[in-house]
């Protein structure tokens, strides 16, 4: 019985206009891609990430792209 019950949800499945044996990627519009979050320091030229031991007293948090904005130019111990 379980076999037979089986079988007719599969073939339903097949049977499906939605079905496909392959998916295809569709595009979502409106997703924003995520912001990779970076810190600056009071002092500092260079953005760094958050385990980098140039972080010490101050540790500004901001965006990769507003540091980049504001002249800020990357770690290169950390390479954020």
């Known amino acids: 019985m379980k076999n037979f019950i089986f079988l007719l949800l599969f073939l339903f499945s097949s049977l499906s ?3 496909s044996a392959t998916t295809t ?3 979502v519009e409106g ?3 995520l ?5 600056v320091t009071k002092t500092g030229k260079k953005f ?10 101050s540790k500004i948090k901001t965006t990769k792209a507003e540091a980049k904005d504001a002249g800020y ?3 290169k111990v950390c390479k954020p």
């Not at 912001?35 to 810190?39: A, D, H, M, S």
């Not at 760094?48 to 007293?57: D, F, G, M, P, V």
């Open 73 to 75: 130019t990357a770690c």
């Open 17 to 19: 206009p939605n079905f």
């Open 31 to 33: 997703i924003q891609p």
């Open 48 to 57: 760094h990430k958050s385990s980098c031991r140039y972080l010490k007293s």
């Open 25 to 27: 990627p569709t595009r």
């Open 35 to 39: 912001t990779e979050v970076v810190y």
